[in-house]
DNA sequence: CGAAGAATTGAGACGGCTCAACCAAAGTGG
DNA sequence: CCACTTTGGTTGAGCCGTCTCAATTCTTCG
């Protein structure tokens, strides 16, 4: 499904995806070539082994990176919100399947014609480059929840990741006080994020709802009625603090 | 420890590494830039939270990438060979602890200067840009492992990993047939790569020695007779092949 | 209102962890 | 040169956290 293309100037991800560094210039080039697709809930936006024509950044709506085994065991390697950038420029193959967990607009380039954008301008090259790398930072981190924390630390983890989110997207600083937020994923998905099952991460919520660490309206409606206390859980590195 | 200089037209990994796309003149900016330097095994090479003064590629030697919390657990989350990169153009801070496992001579260049080459030359920005991408991909493939495999798994993953690597690297096609390697991991290493304990690694290579899938000499020389077998075990998505 | 899917809860099994002993190889010092 | 220590690895016994299997409740939607 197609959509009128919103001028870049307009775009909501403007100065956060992979344009965020763009002048006018190369981003009149980024606009010859962009267009706009939405895939609904539920439908796959690439799949590992599969030759992949586009690359993308996603406008609105949230997806998921995932690798599933032959067994059926499924793992989450990343979470896909505004901004992010879909696929890898100079590989011709997928590497994960990415599937879209909401309806997710996508703005979205031909590969070829992406490649050469990125050979002939050094702005996209290295934001690129930069987004790549806390990419990677992202991934390590949740190395270390996947390999070192309890389920319960992780479930934590996973809510401050959100709140962290959200904060950055909106600017905001964060300190403490009492948040709400709305969970993109099932329990399922959350489940095979955080490397447990369905029932674990299920027992971990009504642990945390027990203890007065979040209240919920609803399964995927969370209250925390202060981040600092839920902090403590999480046992990382960070000191505590969110910046 | 300084070391004198090598040309870089001789260096082992001119082909691999960052600098792997440089035509001549680029080749001898970095060599203006570069120098050698040695760690000791067991020496820190960069440290969590601490500024980055120095980005540099692994000539020789084993390093390892990990993070440590509060309480004492660790978790690995890269390996760092001949050719690998470490540190990020473009911030300040590390992000990961960077520590010698054996003694490692490192190629190392100032970042500001190398921050520089990177804006002024194309080919080191791409080079660099596939290979965070790459990494990306090994620490998202990392992530499976962390989050749902068995420890057995783990295990054969680990080894077979290994097997790749030196395969990769000396462009050899290893079909199937016996193959020694030399583990560059203590046991302890090796469970906070994969998120074990010593223990149940050690448990896993007396199992997978005793069912015949390993051999060994000493602790850290295995034999893999039969590299399809070990394959077996992995149960990951790559079909038994190894490309 | 009934059906289907999502989430929660319970009971028991099991894999990996903890704690502890033991072993082998490699120093170290008298 | 040999006791002693140190370090890294292996093995054993029992425990605990998470998984598995199953039932129940909640939610959504025709």
Redesign the pocket.
């Known amino acids: 499904m197609r959509l009128s293309k919103t001028a870049c100037s307009d775009c909501p991800i403007r100065h956060r995806a992979v344009c965020a560094e763009c002048d006018t210039d190369e981003l009149s080039i980024l606009e010859g070539i962009k267009s706009y697709v939405t895939i609904p809930s539920g439908g796959s936006i690439a799949l590992a082994g599969e030759p992949l024509h586009y690359l993308s950044s996603v406008v609105t709506g949230c997806a998921t990176i995932s690798k599933t085994l032959e067994d059926g065991r499924r793992q989450l390697v990343g979470l896909l919100l505004p901004s992010d950038f879909i696929g890898r420029p100079g590989r011709a193959n997928q590497s994960f399947d990415v599937e879209a967990v909401s309806d997710v607009t996508l703005c979205r380039f031909e590969r070829k014609a992406f490649e050469g954008i990125v050979r002939a301008s050094p702005n996209v090259a290295r934001r690129l480059l930069t987004m790549t790398l806390d990419e990677l930072d992202v991934a390590r981190d949740w190395q270390v929840l996947l390999g070192r924390?309890?389920?319960?630390?992780?479930v934590a983890h996973f809510l401050l990741s959100l709140v962290r989110r959200e904060a950055s997207d909106s600017g905001a600083d964060l300190v403490s006080g009492a948040i709400t937020l709305q969970?993109p994923?099932?329990?399922?998905?959350i489940?095979d994020y955080l490397?447990?099952?369905?029932?674990?991460?299920?027992?971990?919520?009504?642990a945390l709802?027990r203890d007065g660490l979040i209240e919920?309206a609803?399964?995927?409606q969370i209250l925390v009625p202060d981040l600092a206390r839920l902090m403590l859980e999480t046992m990382d590195d960070d000191g505590g603090t969110i910046a």
Do not use: N
């Not at 924390?149 to 992780?154: D, F, P, V």
């Open positions: 924390l309890s389920a319960r630390e992780r969970l994923l099932s329990r399922e998905m489940a490397g447990l099952t369905i029932e674990t991460t299920s027992r971990q919520f009504t709802r919920s609803s399964a995927r």
